[in-house]
């Protein structure tokens, strides 16, 4: 499959990427296109476009036309200032291109609106991440929970927390967009989680949100929310944007009507029964390179599509609504 890389600007996910592309298997990398961002806002992810380009061999495109004209790619991962990724998603989409569109693929309803109407009933496979879908120890917890493990699932408990404000340079979009707050960038790992265990949207979400570890930061840096779905499960969620030493990134509850299902992704876990207690080992797993590989074998049809565009605009939704929360 001929891949092309779309956005140069993403100051983790763009090098990231580059990294990952020309090994991922099954996939050609055929190009890469900066969408015509000025040199500097580029050099601000960590390289200019033109030496990534040289770097991995590969031609570099000012605009997506060009790229598709080209490049003939059959599939793009969107990496760029958010604020642009629903008008960039929806041209690959009408060209009938696979796509992974790194989070978040929106940052208000007006762009989840244009994402709904460009890219939900289209055949090709489109995804967004990271998520915890291709996680182990999160694929053993949903299979015990479908296998009814642990019964009908009443509330979901989940933290994810990564990195912080000090870290960002002072013209990122952490800084710049009014609207990238980590309820939403953090928040969008455990609202898809909701969402996908839940198998259903979240209906409504309160959140509580303050400046622990950063008081320069725009935003809160540690938000709690809670929400609800339709059938009545509960969620608390919560996100962490000033962590310095080492602890788990994510941890996950679910509690049930029989059991629950508990772990840390650095310790593990169990599964917690009447009959007793089933370990879960803890895993490390290089996410990214995960999604990809997963992401281009639903492409080519050898695994079932695992992320589809209505669940995880759901989850985005979720996202911008713990946000919205945090103003009430």
């Known amino acids: ?4 890389l779309v956005g140069m600007d993403s100051f983790y996910f763009t ?12 996939a050609e990398w055929v190009g890469c296109c900066d ?6 806002c580029v050099a601000n992810a960590g390289k200019p476009s033109t030496e990534i380009a ?3 061999g590969v031609p570099l495109f000012s605009d997506i036309d060009a790229l598709l004209a080209s490049g003939q790619p059959d599939a793009a991962v969107i990496a760029t200032n958010p604020s642009r990724v629903p008008e960039v998603a929806a041209a690959l989409a009408a060209s009938g291109l696979h796509l992974y569109i790194v989070k978040p693929a929106a940052l208000n309803a007006a762009g989840t609106a244009i994402l709904r109407e460009a890219i939900v009933d289209k055949s090709q496979v489109i995804v967004s991440g990271m998520t915890y879908r291709r996680h182990p120890s999160v694929i053993a917890a ?8 642990i019964g009908e699932l009443s509330s979901i408990r989940a933290m994810h927390q990564h990195g912080r404000l000090s ?3 002072p013209t990122s979009w952490y800084f710049t967009e009014p609207e990238l707050h980590p309820a939403l960038y953090l928040g969008w790992y455990v609202a898809d989680l909701f969402r996908w265990f839940v198998g259903e949207p979240a209906e409504a979400a309160a959140a509580l949100g303050s400046r622990l570890a ?12 809670i929400c609800r779905s339709a059938s009545g499960v509960v969620g608390s969620l919560d996100v962490y944007f000033g962590v310095s030493w080492p602890y788990a990134d994510l941890e996950l509850e679910l509690l049930g009507t029989n059991g629950a299902i508990r772990f840390n992704a650095r310790e593990g876990g169990q599964i917690v029964t009447s009959d007793g207690a089933e370990t879960i080992e803890p895993t490390n797993v290089n996410m990214m390179q995960t999604e990809l590989e997963a992401w281009i074998a639903a492409a080519v049809g050898d695994i079932d599509d695992w992320h589809r565009p209505a669940e995880w605009l759901d989850a985005l939704d979720h996202g911008i609504a713990m946000t919205e929360a945090l103003k009430a």
Request: aromatic share 2%.
């Open 35 to 40: 969408l015509g961002v000025p040199d500097e």
């Open 214 to 225: 950063d008081p320069t930061s725009p935003h809160e840096d540690t938000v709690r929310t």
């Open 142 to 149: 949903g299979e015990a929970l479908a296998n009814g493990a």
């Open 54 to 56: 040289d770097e991995h």
């Open 167 to 169: 870290i960002w340079g």
């Open 15 to 26: 090098q990231t990427i580059a990294g990952l592309l020309g090994d991922l298997p099954g």
């Open 1 to 4: 499959m001929r891949v092309a």
